[in-house]
């Protein structure tokens, strides 16, 4: 079975994508599947063979090897951030028939949009921050903010990942700052509420047929909060599993599962919680986390004792059952 691990995308955090697909090549299973490495990024789509590589023809996403027509049986999706998180990229391999992991086109979309995420899952009942969205160009007061809010409060990009482009707001005057760092990134921003807590990250996936919390990963931050130096540079520490009381760490991964049920997911997520006098609240959710040795996920893998391999003959065989549904 040919295999493609597709990783990088068009955002600044392909850097992190390419480590994840090395992590997943490492894992694969070679008895059972050929492997390719494909990278998608901003100068071209390619496939990578030793030291050569290949353009990917866009028309049925194959590419020539010494003159062989190499298609693909199944693709694993590691792009974090556009176009691979996003539905873009899902919606562009249904069209050409080819199995995908992860969540659908559909799921992409919703969940790479924050205050859309937020929307759907108010109907569930599932507590969050208080929330003010914003479009770039759009007049606000940083005192109404400020008023309505509370201080400190975030102002954060609606649609990016890894904390890019992400403020927290102590003073008024660094309001003007934070929306230029955040419009920087996307052109619609959302403004939180502080939420001042305990913060988790939780791996959920759907593995041999349930929906599966690995673990409760807690996050202490060196900085003033878990933005991406402190995610990939070392500046903090992260805990598995959670020093969470019993009752506390049974109400977190009911809310997780909840909220992966809800939004009707598949494959490898990371949702964020702020537990605040006892309640988790709900931050974001992400349907490609990263994969890297020193990310999340892979930790909560390892301290569910599950092989991280055995996760990803999971999501060929989720990816092959989907497809077979397109037809129905």
């Known amino acids: 079975m040919n295999v493609a691990v597709v990783m990088g995308g068009y955002s600044d955090e392909s850097v992190i994508s390419l480590r994840s697909g090395q992590l997943i090549l490492k894992n694969l299973d070679t008895q059972k599947y050929k492997t390719f490495a494909v990278h998608i990024l901003l100068d071209g789509w390619h496939v990578i063979v030793g030291e050569n590589k290949f353009a990917i023809d866009k028309s049925d996403f194959s590419f020539d090897l010494n003159g062989e027509k190499i298609k693909f049986d199944v693709i694993l999706n590691t792009i974090h951030g556009t ?142 909060f878990f933005d991406y130096e402190a995610k990939y540079l070392g500046k903090s520490e992260e805990i598995t599993p959670a020093r969470l009381d019993e009752n506390t760490e049974k109400l977190v991964r009911e809310m997780a599962k909840k909220v992966y049920d809800s939004l009707a997911m598949s494959g490898f997520t990371r949702s964020e919680f702020i537990i605040m006098d006892g309640i988790p609240h709900f931050l974001e959710i992400n349907t490609n986390p990263g994969l890297a040795p020193q990310s999340i996920f892979p930790q909560q893998a390892d301290y569910a004792k599950i092989n991280f391999s055995d996760l990803l003959d999971n999501e060929v065989e989720l990816a092959l059952n989907r497809k077979s549904l397109w037809r129905k």
Request: hydrophobic share 35%; aromatic share 10%; proline share 4%.
């Open 83 to 224: 176009p691979g998180e996003d539905g873009h990229l899902q919606a562009y391999w249904e069209l050409l028939d080819i199995p995908y992991s992860g969540c659908s086109f559909y799921q992409s979309a919703l969940t790479f949009n924050k205050r859309d995420t937020l929307s759907v899952l108010s109907k569930f009942g599932i507590p969050k921050a208080k929330s003010i969205y914003l479009t770039k160009g759009e007049k606000v007061s940083a005192e109404k903010i400020a008023t309505e809010l509370g201080l400190p409060f975030f102002v954060k990009p609606n649609q990016s990942g890894s904390s890019l482009g992400v403020s927290k707001v102590n003073r008024i005057e660094d309001f003007e700052k934070a929306l230029e760092f955040a419009f920087a990134e996307d052109n619609e921003i959302l403004i939180e509420s502080f939420l001042n807590g305990t913060e988790v990250s939780v791996g959920v996936l759907k593995y041999k047929g349930e929906t599966t919390v690995l673990g409760l990963t807690e996050i202490v931050s060196e900085n003033d």
